[in-house]
């Protein structure tokens, strides 16, 4: 069976996902910390995605990205942000870094502190409500494919501001929000032409996204994926008080297997961006 990961065609394998609604008033989310999660539900599946495969974009296109932007110095202070099974926690480890991992999901934290080394510190908390640590106290936050996945955007980027140490970096990497909108955006073919394309269907809309992790199921296990356009992210991060500093877009690593559609592919797999980076520097007090 011919693997589908990365392959710029029509999603056959994916996650099926439902219909998408518009994104209202969030509520503000209870300080009940031990409260199941969607993402909690699919804590072993996740953790299995994430190390029982070679080749990973994680592995290949995030990781070296987010260690360029970080500029990691032995012994910094890390926050990893919505750190999940605590895969990248681990990797700043690695390289001499003071990690502490935080996640919403006991079960995903449960998994972390089973991988990892003791030395790493792993809290369960929301994002946007980090009351257990001081503030001006990390070196850099990250939060990797998860802002995406959180309605109280604009808490997570207040709190971050106030954790991190004045000239601090705060490293955010997401699907790209103008190229991989769930259900409004998809790959298509261009018979006339013989070429591979990118279809938008809509942008500016913000919306909230049911996404069903194991098509099939019952009953189904749902995630949530809040879709926003690029101005709704920097505008919430200049209100909390940051500065942009870099904008990075990803492409996949991957390469179609041999037919007569993989040149057409491949070329538009270096033109369409996978995923986006943003580094952002606190500059106000």
Aim: net charge positive; aromatic share 10%; proline share 6%.
């Amino acid at each position: 069976m011919r693997k589908m990961e990365g392959r710029p065609g029509p999603s056959r394998g994916g996650p099926r996902r439902e219909a998408a609604q518009p994104l209202g008033e969030p509520r503000q989310a209870k300080a009940r910390w031990d409260k199941p999660t969607s993402w909690g539900k699919v804590a072993k599946w996740y953790d299995t995605m994430m190390e029982g495969r070679e080749g990973t974009y994680q592995s290949q296109v995030i990781l070296p990205g987010v260690l360029r932007l970080l500029d990691l110095r032995k012994g910094q202070y890390i926050l990893d942000l919505a750190c999940g099974q605590g895969y990248f926690a681990r990797e700043f480890f690695k390289k001499g870094a003071e990690v502490i991992g935080v996640d919403v999901s006991t079960e995903l934290i449960n998994i972390a502190r089973k991988r990892s080394d003791k030395k790493i510190r792993y809290e369960v908390a929301p994002a946007d409500k980090l009351s257990l640590f001081k503030t001006n106290y990390f070196d850099a936050v990250v939060k990797i494919l998860t802002v995406q996945n959180i309605a109280e955007m604009d808490g997570v980027f207040r709190e971050a501001h106030r954790i991190l140490k004045f000239g601090g970096k705060l490293v955010i990497v997401m699907n790209h929000p103008v190229f991989r909108i769930p259900r409004q955006s998809g790959w298509g073919w261009d018979e006339e032409r013989k070429s591979q394309y990118r279809r938008i269907d809509s942008y500016m809309s913000e919306m909230k996204v049911p996404i069903q992790m194991h098509p099939g199921d019952k009953p189904k296990e749902i995630t949530w994926s809040f879709h926003r356009p690029l101005s709704a992210y920097f505008g919430s991060l200049a209100k909390a008080g940051f500065l942009v500093e870099n904008l990075e877009e990803w492409i996949s690593h991957k390469e179609s297997e041999p037919g007569p559609r993989a040149k057409a592919e491949n070329r538009i797999r270096k033109e369409i961006p996978m995923f986006l980076a943003i580094s952002a520097i606190k500059f106000e007090k």
